[in-house]
Structures are given as structure tokens and as C-alpha cells.
């Protein structure tokens, strides 16, 4: 990192009070389009308490947000939630939202279900398969009524990039207003240059954005990357392996090694354009676009 970089610093200091964690790739849907593979390692709860104790005795822990696979498919997941949410720690769920195991999180407004909802029910279901829109939608109504958090993922291509008015017009009928985080399809620059998230899928009917149209969604909406970047963080993926954000596939370490060990090693591939990547040679293979808009 350019220790000069005010920027960078600020946004580190504020990166270091959340973490990311994968426990697992396994999922109980196959999703036509999902670019991940679904390997075996899963983390047990103690692998992950005994990470956050030792992360929590050297850093001022706020939040964690957790990914995979599906977590909710996990045995002990809403116990750990509520482990966590009892230390005061806000957790965040990257879920598809079709198992609902929401009675058992005890304390709602400490947490944050982020659910994936790629358009309409038909086109959602095209990709997640039957039924599924139901499910998720009637998990996020639920959830609202038990007063959890709630927010949307919703993963763009060439086929719903337009229906996008209508789909945000659907939600707030729905749900009320709703944050509404775009994720473009990614691009064959990103599943070209990753060793192991790199699955391609099916394209008919879901094909990838174009550079233009790439532009025209990060200027408009929230998208993931964000358009200023700043997206690293410590993120512990299902086999240990520690990396620098949620992408990641160069290793900062491992999830045994000393907690300072892990930040510096971050810190020193943080570069880059706007608050920076911790990748720079990657940048999820949107380098390109990213210059564009800068
Ligand atoms: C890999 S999933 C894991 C969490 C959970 N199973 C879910 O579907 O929300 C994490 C996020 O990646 C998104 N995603 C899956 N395939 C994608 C793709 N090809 N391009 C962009 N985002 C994708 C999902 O919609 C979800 O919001
Ligand atoms: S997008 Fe999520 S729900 Fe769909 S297969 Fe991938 S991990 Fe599973
Ligand atoms: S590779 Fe860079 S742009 Fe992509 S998520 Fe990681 S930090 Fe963000």
C-alpha cells in the first residue's frame, strides 16, 4: 500500500472492523449461471470462533459477513449466529433465501440477510430453478416481519439489464424499500483469470454485459465491485486459506497464522485506482471499465 495514500488508510481502518467468511462452496441449488465450484471443505463453528476470538483481541470487530455455498445449509449456522450476535457483533447472510430457519436466530436486529433475487419470478426461477422465487420472497417477508435486516443481490445479464425499473417497482411493492446491490454477470475477463471461481454455465438466455452496458449499471446503481472499489477485506475461505477480499485467489496467509501477520500482508497489496484493489492485476476483469469511468 502507498503508506502516503490517505485514502486507502481511511478506507483500511474502517475494512478492518468487518470480516468476510466462506464456510463452505457446498449448496442445495445449481444455479444455471452460478460461476462457482462446489468443492468439500466446510469450516467447523469452532475453526471460525476460534479465528474471530483471535481476531477480536487485536481489532475492533463489527461486523462479519458470511458467504459461501449456502450457509443456511449448515448444521450449526443459526447457533453461531447467535453466539456472535450475543459478543454485540452485527452478522450479515449472503443466502439464495430457500432455507428458512429465521425462528431460530434470536436476535433479529443484529442481523442482515442479504438474499439473491435475480429478476422476476420466471426469469429468477430460469436460473435457480422452480418455485424458488417464491421461496425467497416469502423468506425476505417473513424475515421483515421478525424485524431482521434485509437487502437484495441481484445478479445482471443482457436478458433482465432493461427490466430493471420494473423489477425495483415489483420489490418496494412487495417488501417496502429495499437496498438493491447489482451483481453483473461475471465477465469472461473475471472466469478467464480465476483458478477456482471460474465456472462458465449457460449462456443462452443469460448472456454477459457488454462494455457499455457494464458502464452504464455501475454509474447508475449500487453494483458489486462498486465503482470506487475499496472492496478488500480479511476474507477466510472453506479451506483455511485467508485471502484479501471475498475474490481473492492470491493468499494474504492462512487461518492459523497471527492476526497481524494477515493485515500486513493485505495492506501491502492494497493498489490501484479509487480506494484501491487488492488485486490489481485482476480487479475481477473489470481493470478496463474501471479506467473508463475514472
Ligand atoms: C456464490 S453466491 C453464495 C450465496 C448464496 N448461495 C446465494 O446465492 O446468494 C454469492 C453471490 O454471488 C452471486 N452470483 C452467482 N453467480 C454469479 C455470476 N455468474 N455472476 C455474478 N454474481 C453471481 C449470487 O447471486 C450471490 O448473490
Ligand atoms: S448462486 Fe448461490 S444458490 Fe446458486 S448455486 Fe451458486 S451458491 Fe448456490
Ligand atoms: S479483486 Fe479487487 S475489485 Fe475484485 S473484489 Fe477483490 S478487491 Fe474488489
Given amino acids: 500500500m502507498d503508506t502516503n495514500n490517505a485514502r486507502y488508510q481511511k478506507q483500511l481502518n474502517q475494512v478492518l472492523r468487518h470480516l468476510y467468511i466462506n464456510p463452505l462452496e457446498k449448496c442445495n441449488l445449481r444455479c444455471k449461471i452460478c460461476y462457482t465450484k462446489k468443492t468439500d471443505p466446510i469450516l467447523t463453528q469452532k475453526q471460525i470462533l476460534d479465528f474471530i476470538d483471535r481476531y477480536q483481541n487485536e481489532y475492533d470487530l463489527q461486523t462479519i459477513t458470511f458467504c459461501g455455498g449456502e450457509v ?52 429468477h426461477d430460469s436460473n ?64 478467464a483469470h480465476h483458478p477456482i471461481s471460474n465456472i462458465e454455465g449457460e449462456i443462452s438466455g443469460f448472456d454477459y454485459l457488454t462494455d457499455s452496458e457494464l458502464v452504464q449499471i455501475m454509474q447508475t446503481r449500487n453494483t458489486f465491485p462498486p ?45 490501484g485506482p479509487c480506494l484501491g484493489c487488492s488485486q490489481t492485476e485482476f480487479m475481477c476483469g473489470i481493470k478496463h471499465i474501471i479506467n473508463k469511468m475514472n
Wanted: aromatic share 10%; with cysteine.
Fill in 72 to 123: 443456511f445449509a449448515l448444521k450449526y449456522y443459526t447457533d453461531l449466529l447467535n453466539i456472535l450476535n450475543s459478543r454485540g457483533i452485527f452478522t450479515q447472510t449472503i443466502t439464495n433465501g430457500t432455507i428458512d430457519h429465521l425462528d431460530k436466530i434470536v436476535l433479529p436486529n443484529l442481523n442482515n440477510l442479504i438474499v439473491s433475487i435475480d429478476g422476476l419470478a420466471e426469469y
Fill in 128 to 191: 435457480r430453478g422452480a418455485g424458488n422465487f417464491h421461496k425467497s420472497m416469502h423468506f425476505l417477508k417473513k424475515a421483515h416481519k421478525l424485524n431482521l435486516h434485509t437487502e437484495i443481490f441481484s445478479i445482471v445479464t443482457k436478458q433482465n439489464m432493461d427490466q430493471i425499473d420494473i423489477f425495483e417497482n415489483y420489490m418496494r411493492q412487495e417488501l417496502g424499500k429495499v437496498s438493491i446491490t447489482y451483481h453483473p454477470r461475471k465477465p469472461p475477463s473475471y472466469l
Fill in 227 to 271: 465503482k470506487e472499489l475499496g472492496c478488500y477485506q480479511i476474507s477466510l475461505a472453506s479451506t483455511g486459506i485467508v485471502y484479501g477480499c471475498c475474490e481473492g485467489f492470491r493468499p494474504i496467509g492462512n487461518i492459523g497464522d497471527p492476526i497481524e501477520k494477515l493485515v500486513y500482508s493485505l495492506r501491502n497489496r492494497i493498489g
